[in-house]
């Protein structure tokens, strides 16, 4: 293999770039727009940017935020201190970045709409307004609103979730979380440099009806939409169902990012699992594999990796965000439980952090928040209702 390209310029399309042009490979990447902003927070966890030092270790405007307030109805509010901050950015910063160092690995970089791609004897032949390219393998990083149909997950309505929000020309110093009621989602608002990222995401309603949700949220709360910028963006939300059958990759592609559906399907988090798989995408390519194997070996590093996880939190999800618990709804039981117990808190850190998979929150629950007959009968109800039917 001679030749790669990159069909998608995002945080996934950006790392692989770069790691395969660093490694002597030949990478073109197209994007017809690069680096451009979305309305998602543009949050990066502590597992993300401590297996990858440069998502923090640059000299891109961010902000690193610790305190966070989590509030739902009939609990009130709960602050958290984050023992290891989020870092937050602009996602047009973000994506700046990570394009630069693409290009300063050896990337090409063209700002160019891929119009289809057509499979060869040799490779593929990639179609731009400007004429054709050849290339010997694809990959497909053009995010979930992927133009090409035959590469790349295939969804379905259930599998998908809507972010919208406004950029508030303003400023705080925490992360605010607001759980709503019958929602399989929330709203946030996310300080960044220069404004606020307020917003919601949300799974089975409208984008309308979200909307309204967060428009009374912000005026509620008094922040200002008559200066605000609106976004709005769809994003992969897959079922458990919609990962057994996630079309990652075929003869001569793999899918990165939101592309392969790789969103965790509780909290919509995606950046971290941008890089991940552009990570494992780019090891599996530069191995001395043989052609026909390199789709198979991607999908079993990525379900090894964090696959089977996600598969695990979709399959608990809703129960999650919208079941009920002693005549409460879940979010509210897990904030007052969160103000009692210091075993519960360090759960929740570790879920902020994004190191506490789900296939083991089960298991944790039933080692540490057990020393009080309150605890006791909320970590049982939390897992016989929320955890105890759930199998991979």
Known sequence: MKSVAVLGGGPAGASVAERLARAGLKTILLDEKLAWEKPCGGGVTYKAYSQYPYLIENETPKKLVTDTFLAAPKAGEYKMALSRPLVIY???????MLLRRAEEAGAEIEKERVLGIERTSTGWRIRTRPGKLEADYCVIATGARNP?????????????????????????????IQFLPN?????????????????????SESAQCLRGRLERYMDEHGICRKDGKFYGHMLPSLERKGWRNNRLAGDGWMAVGDAGGLVDPITGEGLYYAVRSGDLASQVLLTDEEPETRAERY?????????????????????????????????????????????FCEIMQDLFAGTQPYLGLKGRLLRNVNTTLSEILMS??????????TRV
């Open 183 to 203: 929602l399989e989602g929330y709203i946030w608002v996310f300080p960044r440099s220069g404004h606020l990222s307020v917003g919601i995401c949300g799974k």
């Open 148 to 176: 090409l149909r035959d590469v790349g997950t295939q969804y379905t309505a259930q599998d998908t979730m809507y972010a919208l929000g406004y950029f508030v020309p303003s400023d705080q110093a925490h992360i605010d």
């Open 299 to 343: 999908r079993q590093a990525i379900s090894r990796d964090f696959g089977l996880d996600l598969t695990y939190g979709a399959a608990f999800a809703k129960r999650l965000f919208c079941g009920v618990l002693c005549c409460r709804a879940v979010p509210s039981k897990m904030i007052e439980l969160m103000k009692r117990s210091p075993k």
């Open 380 to 389: 049982f109800l939390f897992r016989k209702f929320i955890l105890g039917a």
């Open 90 to 96: 602009s996602r047009i910063d973000l994506n700046g």
